[in-house]
Nanobody, 126 residues
Framework: QVQLVESGGGLVQARDSLRLSCAASGRTFTTCNMGWFRQALGKEREFVAAVSRGGSSTYYADSVKGRFTISRDNAKNTVYLQMNSLKPEDTAVYYC???????????????????WGQGTQVTVSS
């Protein structure tokens, strides 16, 4: 199985920036399309962004488009989420996830992903 560990969350002010990291174990990272999801208190887990296996294709939720950037470094077995212009409504636990597939498609459902990290808390104060 793939083990994923998120880091980089914290407490920031509105309009600030954060970069989240997700480190993957083993030699299977390159088989994963990678996604970031978030879950606010009392709400369902929602899609944030995804990146293809090679890193050349990305897809974003409308709520973060233009503010967040997903990227990956396969040599480091790591996927990143650069979050700029943060808003209080971005407050959530952020999860990274692996979707094992040959082709990159714009899948946004949690059931499309096979492995999940433990999450990292992001809190944005107003």
């Amino acid at each position: 199985q793939v083990q994923l560990v998120e880091s980089g969350g914290g407490l920031v002010q509105a309009r600030d920036s954060l970069r989240l990291s997700c480190a993957a174990s083993g030699r299977t990272f390159t088989t994963c399309n990678m996604g970031w999801f978030r879950q606010a208190l009392g709400k369902e887990r929602e899609f944030v962004a995804a990146v293809s296996r090679g890193g050349s294709s990305t897809y974003y939720a409308d709520s973060v488009k233009g503010r967040f950037t997903i990227s990956r470094d396969n040599a480091k077995n790591t996927v990143y989420l650069q979050m700029n212009s943060l808003k209080p409504e971005d407050t959530a636990v952020y999860y990274c996830a692996c979707r094992s597939a040959w082709l990159f498609t714009r899948e946004t459902g949690t059931s499309s992903y096979d492995y999940w990290g433990q999450g990292t808390q992001v809190t944005v104060s107003s």
